[in-house]
């Protein structure tokens, strides 16, 4: 997962204020998706409910790529 186009597109308010955090802190979707409320006080990210804005779209984000997944999963066995 591109982090950097993610934010844009999908929290662009948040990526204005926060994406350079991102990108200097080199998050990647692998990490991206293990970031904690606490990691993002760490990174600097101070305002609560930008945390928890960030968090819901990680999350978001996550869900629909477990979905799609499973999708394909269910999809391809169907002919197996």
Request: charged share 30%; hydrophobic share 40%; proline share 1%.
């Amino acid at each position: 997962m591109d982090v950097e186009e993610w934010l844009r597109r999908r929290l662009p308010t948040l990526f204005t204020k926060y994406g350079a955090i991102f990108m200097e802190n080199n998050i990647t979707g692998r990490v991206l998706v293990e970031i904690t409320d606490t990691s993002l006080c760490e990174l600097g990210i101070l305002d609560c409910d930008h945390r928890q804005e960030l968090l819901h779209g990680i999350l978001r984000e996550k869900l629909r790529s477990d979905l799609e997944e499973l999708t394909n999963i269910a999809s391809s066995s169907r002919f197996t």
